[in-house]
């Protein structure tokens, strides 16, 4: 299903309704199984954008429509939207208001197929992201995101609170983690704002966190083994960092050979690594596999 016509943000004037009226309209009720959740205000929807600061130089892609309050504070900047939404009962409601101006562009879609590369060509550059992502895809679509990076300049989600905390927390607490330490490898993190429930029908019971992801598109040193590294070494949080080695093909003795030459100790845990100590670590596991073997 596909909605587009060219415009200009500049001309457009109509007002954004609210999502709690478009609901009563169509007698549609939100879905938790989609973990819909919709932005209520168009306000904060326009502050979102104004916060995130990207130059309206091109189009930017919306992963979840929804209600399309965020859609609309786009199109407000931006010359070309593109919506992808997963649900066509909302992509019906959205085509029979006419409330969305005609640069933008809707797109049946489930976020976590879409073929970002494809996208990138069709754009003629990299791609620039929104979207209050359903809270219990969020690690997955980023995992892939990470991956796809290349083809990626930024990405302005909301998050659920202790997702985003999560996200953006420094070494050494409980809330850090192997997502955590991949993006802040690959990206720049910058929280923008926080909302509390009543900004969002239905309610959620917790409360959301806009993040601005800006990618570096560049390699990183034996980037598949960091990555393998990362996700290895939290697997087993109680666990000390050496224990959690094992798996990559190590006996102990030799995690723990491997972690007292590069200066730690006994002990260590992975949440007492900074990033970058990460790729570190990936590398002299490199060149201890190959001395192991004799290449």
Same mark, same amino acid.
């Given at each position: 299903?596909?909605?587009?016509?060219?415009?200009?943000? &500049?001309?457009?004037?109509?007002?954004?309704?609210?999502?709690?009226?478009?609901?009563?309209?169509?007698?549609?009720?939100?879905?938790?199984?989609?973990?819909?959740?919709?932005?209520?205000?168009?306000?904060?929807?326009?502050?979102?954008?104004?916060?995130?600061?990207?130059?309206?130089?091109?189009?930017?892609?919306?992963?979840?429509?929804?209600?399309?309050?965020?859609?609309?504070?786009?199109?407000?900047?931006?010359?070309?939207?593109?919506?992808?939404?997963?649900?066509?009962?909302?992509?019906?409601?959205?085509? @029979?208001?006419?409330?969305?101006?005609?640069?933008?562009?809707?797109?049946?879609?489930?976020?976590?197929?879409?073929?970002? !590369?494809?996208?990138?060509?069709?754009?003629?550059?990299?791609?620039?992201?929104?979207?209050?992502?359903?809270?219990?895809?969020?690690?997955?679509?980023?995992?892939?995101?990470?991956?796809?990076?290349?083809?990626? @300049?930024? &990405?302005?989600?909301?998050? !659920?609170?202790?997702?985003?905390?999560?996200?953006? &927390?420094?070494?050494?607490?409980?809330?850090?983690?192997?997502?955590?330490?991949?993006?802040?490898?690959?990206?720049?993190?910058?929280?923008?704002?926080?909302?509390?429930?009543?900004?969002?029908?239905?309610?959620?019971?917790? &409360?959301?966190?806009?993040?601005?992801?800006?990618?570096?598109?560049?390699?990183?040193?034996?980037?598949?083994?960091?990555?393998?590294?990362? +996700?290895?070494?939290?697997? !087993?949080?109680?666990?000390?960092?050496?224990?959690?080695?094992?798996?990559?093909?190590? +006996?102990?003795?030799?995690?723990?050979?491997?972690?007292?030459?590069?200066?730690?100790?006994?002990?260590?845990?992975?949440?007492?690594?900074?990033?970058?100590?990460?790729?570190?670590?990936?590398?002299?596991?490199?060149?201890?596999? @190959?001395?192991?073997?004799?290449?």
């Amino acid at each position: 299903m596909s909605m587009r016509e060219n415009s200009s943000p &500049a001309t457009y004037k109509t007002k954004c309704p609210s999502p709690t009226s478009l609901l009563r309209r169509h007698s549609y009720q939100a879905r938790k199984s989609l973990g819909q959740n919709f932005l209520v205000h168009p306000s904060l929807a326009l502050e979102i954008v104004k916060k995130a600061a990207i130059p309206p130089e091109g189009p930017v892609v919306e992963l979840g429509v929804g209600l399309g309050t965020l859609t609309w504070a786009l199109a407000q900047t931006y010359p070309r939207v593109i919506g992808y939404e997963l649900d066509q009962q909302l992509l019906a409601i959205l085509k @029979k208001e006419k409330f969305l101006p005609p640069h933008v562009e809707l797109r049946q879609g489930d976020i976590l197929k879409l073929d970002y !590369q494809s996208l990138a060509k069709e754009f003629k550059g990299p791609l620039v992201l929104f979207g209050n992502l359903p809270y219990y895809l969020s690690s997955r679509l980023l995992f892939r995101l990470i991956r796809e990076r290349k083809v990626l @300049k930024s &990405a302005t989600f909301m998050f !659920q609170k202790e997702v985003g905390e999560r996200l953006i &927390a420094s070494q050494g607490g409980k809330k850090y983690g192997p997502l955590g330490v991949l993006l802040k490898l690959t990206s720049r993190l910058t929280p923008l704002l926080t909302l509390s429930p009543a900004q969002f029908y239905p309610r959620p019971e917790v &409360a959301s966190m806009v993040l601005k992801i800006e990618f570096y598109r560049e390699d990183i040193a034996e980037e598949a083994l960091v990555f393998e590294v990362v +996700k290895k070494a939290f697997t !087993q949080r109680r666990k000390t960092l050496a224990r959690n080695l094992i798996p990559l093909g190590l +006996k102990l003795e030799q995690a723990k050979e491997i972690l007292q030459g590069l200066g730690y100790p006994e002990k260590v845990r992975a949440e007492d690594l900074a990033p970058e100590e990460f790729v570190r670590l990936a590398l002299k596991l490199k060149d201890y596999l @190959k001395a192991e073997k004799g290449v």
